[in-house]
């Protein structure tokens, strides 16, 4: 049988309740932002890899808006449902910082009223 070692296998592995997984907290009160506004929520530096984003309303951000969740220009998440009361975890495909990369959500579906949580879930790599 044939064996390969990955090249994860020789990483340091954190013994912490969470690994060295970390969490940063963007929060925004939008009135009336009509569909395709971009918010800019978080600047997020070179060396992180990004595992996930978690998205929460208080109370929604009204009937049929959803939100496209961007890194720079790689769309992350789309159509996330916040017409009403909602939290999300979102996991991706680990995406790695080669630059200062700012975190934005896009209004799509209808104009959005209201307060949005996006917390992108991220290791620290280093470069």
């Known amino acids: 049988m044939a064996k390969v070692i990955a090249q994860t296998m020789r990483d340091t592995v954190y013994a912490g309740a969470a690994g060295n ?12 932002a009509v569909v395709d506004t971009e918010i800019e929520m978080l600047e997020l530096p070179i ?8 998205v929460a309303t208080e109370s929604g951000l009204g009937a049929d808006v959803t939100l496209d969740i961007k890194l720079n220009n790689k769309v992350i998440a ?9 939290s999300v975890v979102i996991p991706i495909q680990p995406f790695y910082l080669v630059e200062k990369t700012v975190l934005t959500v896009v209004v799509k579906g209808a104009a959005a009223t209201g307060s949005v949580s996006v917390m992108p879930e991220y290791v620290s790599v280093g470069f």
Do not use: M
Not at 47 to 54: D, F, P, T
């Open 21 to 32: 997984l970390s969490i940063a907290f963007g929060k925004i009160d939008v009135k009336a």
């Open 78 to 86: 789309s159509a996330v449902n916040v017409a009403t009361q909602s």
């Open 47 to 54: 060396g992180l890899e990004v595992v996930g984003v978690r």
